[in-house]
């Protein structure tokens, strides 16, 4: 996830891993750094850093869900809110919203569609993204394995802001493909999503090519 401001602080995503084995790592959860005076402050001596979220747990899985929860990916919503999607190994994404910059969150959940289905995606990056007209993508792979295999195609959803009982929430369309290769191993992730003057581009590496696509403003 990219680094991200908001109320004058800066926050970035980072990983802290439990240990290495099988899959490289073995155990992992996410949390932010925030800084208040990063964009103030000239000595770069004084500028100050604090962990997110409050306690001594990061973002982790549902109860019962695996070891693994890592490539948090955040937007902040109308209401300044933020909100979170990330990678598990438990066949689904991993959500979660903060109602305080960041110091809460609520209990995570697996992702799901407006019909309360669960989401399916791998050991793969899940990103979304906030769009210039308030709306929201969500890209995946929409499928229920738990390894790091099979990232082709990849998939989009269109997300908008609903009103819950304590905050805006994000509600997802079904999804759409966006990228396919005609070979099946090959491994389309790690995207960011550009706008341009109307125009809409996604990027993505296949582990040795990097590309930029630009998608059909009809597709959104």
């Known amino acids: 996830g990219k680094p991200f401001i908001h109320a004058g602080s800066v926050y970035v995503p980072l990983h802290k891993v439990g240990g290495f084995g099988h899959g490289f790592f073995t155990r992992s959860e996410g949390v932010l750094l925030c800084s208040n005076n990063l964009l103030t402050e000239q000595n770069p001596e004084k500028i100050t850093w604090e962990t997110l979220p409050d306690g001594e747990w990061g973002l982790h899985t549902p109860d019962g869900g695996g070891p693994i929860a890592e490539e948090q990916s955040f937007v902040v919503l109308s209401d300044g809110s ?3 999607v990330y990678r598990t190994i438990d066949g689904h994404p991993c959500c979660a919203y903060s109602r305080d910059k960041g110091h809460t969150w609520t209990h995570p959940q697996y992702l799901t569609f407006a019909d309360g289905r669960m989401m399916k995606h791998p050991r793969a990056a ?3 993204w906030k769009c210039s007209n308030g709306k929201y993508l969500y890209w995946f792979h929409n499928h229920g394995g738990k390894w790091y295999d099979d990232r082709n195609p990849a998939w989009l959803c269109g997300g908008v802001e609903i009103d819950g009982p304590d905050g805006k929430l994000i509600q997802w369309s079904q999804p759409e493909v966006a990228l ?3 070979d099946p191993f090959v491994r389309i992730s ?3 999503f550009l706008e341009d003057q109307g125009r809409y581009f996604l990027t993505e590496t296949q582990k040795e090519t990097a590309r930029v696509h630009e998608i059909p ?3 959104l």
């Open 190 to 192: 790690y995207p960011d």
């Open 217 to 219: 403003s009809q597709l």
């Open 82 to 84: 933020f909100f979170v």
């Open 180 to 182: 396919y290769h005609d």
């Open 126 to 128: 899940n990103f979304v």
